[in-house]
């Protein structure tokens, strides 16, 4: 087992990795003192797999939960499921010392991260993330939220959970489509703050398709270093944290303009890391042989890298990215790179700029 700690004065805590971890949630959960009474959160698809094992080991531990189950997908991340939420609680009777167990991918994690934040004024909760995405994201970090219809995560808080136990035995039933969506979000952390991490994925991204346990163990501890060395430095977003967005600003864009389910995060993603990588090389220089490495790191792992839009989509699309949440004074701001392993965030980038690399997807 790897533990990577993520420093946060008293909301400080420790990211777990490894394997058979959920036989251990309710000892580790013990050991942190929580509350008797708890909630585990999942959705359809993942507590058919998790839950009978997530709540043996809560119960062997003397706690009494109960399991709240939401419909899968994105469409459960609105403020009507959280409302059922509560109401579950309340029914049990959960207090200020009882806690929530998050357990599924990105969007369980923000739903019941937020419930956790605003229940009672707040209740602990601990994140068991059983997607790659969530593993080297969603989880880490504290951001939680919900959608509205004008856009993705635009109701939500800042709230650290007080453990994030990642085991990898749970992507022995995670479809291929979400796996690889997650591992838009692990080349991710190779742009912005790791070129030896870019160049190993390039090197083994046969071995993390296969899903090799030691592989993954070390890439997924590697990128959970890497967010909460920023997440430390910057706990909500007031500077560095923002580049944890790169690709972000198109990709939130496109989930939104699309209706939530037609892309995966990570595909979404994946498309609007590859413009910013175009974005980049226009603005900053970006050196045209790491925007084709870029390019085709993401395609070779199986994610898309463009896409074509009519008129009536590049409009919803825009109109979706002027009310993303890094948007300041009405301008679209981007995180860009200046090579891979280095950006910067804020970039004004001018919406005809955007228009053409989104068309044509060439290079100047």
Known sequence: ??????????????????????????????????????AIITDSNVGKHFASATLKSLSAAGFEPILITVPAGEKSKRIAVVEKCFDQLAKHRAERKSFIVALGGGVVGDLAGFVAATYLRGIPFVQVPTTLLAQ???????????NLRAGKNLVGAFYQPKLVLCDLDTFKTLPKREFISGLAEVIK??????????????RDLSKNLKRDPKTLSQIITRCCEIKADVVSQDETETGLRAILNFGHTVGHAIENSFGYGKFLHGEAISIGQVA?????????????????????LFAQAGLPTRIKLNSIQRKKLFAAMKLD?????????????EKIGQVVWGQKVPQALIEEVLATGAHR
């Not at 400080?12 to 708890?38: H, M």
């Not at 080297?136 to 919900?146: A, H, I, L, R, Y």
């Not at 910013?276 to 085709?296: D, H, T, Y």
């Open 276 to 296: 910013a990588a175009k974005l980049s090389q226009q603005i900053l220089g970006l050196p045209v042989n790491e925007v084709e490495r870029i390019e085709k």
């Open 325 to 337: 949440k890094k948007v300041s004074a009405g301008e679209i701001k981007f995180v860009l790179a």
């Open 189 to 202: 952390y190779g742009i912005i703050f790791d070129a030896k991490l870019f160049a190993q994925l390039e």
């Open 136 to 146: 080297v994201d969603s989880s880490v970090g504290g951001k939680t939220g919900v």
């Open 1 to 38: 087992m790897r533990n990577v700690p993520v420093s946060l004065g008293n909301r400080s805590y420790e990211i777990k990795v490894g394997n058979d971890l959920l036989s251990r949630l309710g000892a580790e959960c013990a050991r942190l003192k929580l509350g008797q009474r708890c």
